[in-house]
């Protein structure tokens, strides 16, 4: 059994191939501005959590030195250099 193709039936093709493109267009203005606020709002959230997690908490008036062990230098690091003036 062989089926002609009518132009009705093409033309009903494509009518529905375009509205259902143009509904999910329409769906996708509406919730893309809701997904992308929201998930803005969780990126947020994350990185104070994050920051609160590195920063320690202190009471007010509390003070600490924090000293950095890297900024020490070793006398294996370089050759000393005898600093000797010249006269002219």
């Known amino acids: 059994m062989v089926q002609e193709a009518?132009?009705?039936g093409i033309v009903k093709i494509i009518f529905w191939f375009f509205a259902i493109?143009?509904?999910?267009r329409l769906v996708a203005r509406m919730a893309l501005?809701?997904?992308v606020?929201?998930?803005e709002q969780a990126m947020r959230d994350r990185m104070q959590q994050m920051q609160?997690?590195?920063?320690?908490q202190r009471n007010?008036?509390?003070v600490t030195i924090e000293k950095n062990?890297?900024?020490h230098t070793s006398k294996s690091s370089g050759d000393y250099v005898d600093y000797v003036e010249i006269k002219d």
């Open 37 to 39: 606020k929201k998930g």
């Open 21 to 24: 493109a143009f509904i999910i």
């Open 33 to 35: 501005p809701y997904v």
């Open 69 to 71: 062990a890297s900024a």
């Open 6 to 8: 009518s132009l009705q």
């Open 60 to 62: 007010e008036g509390e």
């Open 52 to 56: 609160d997690q590195q920063r320690p």
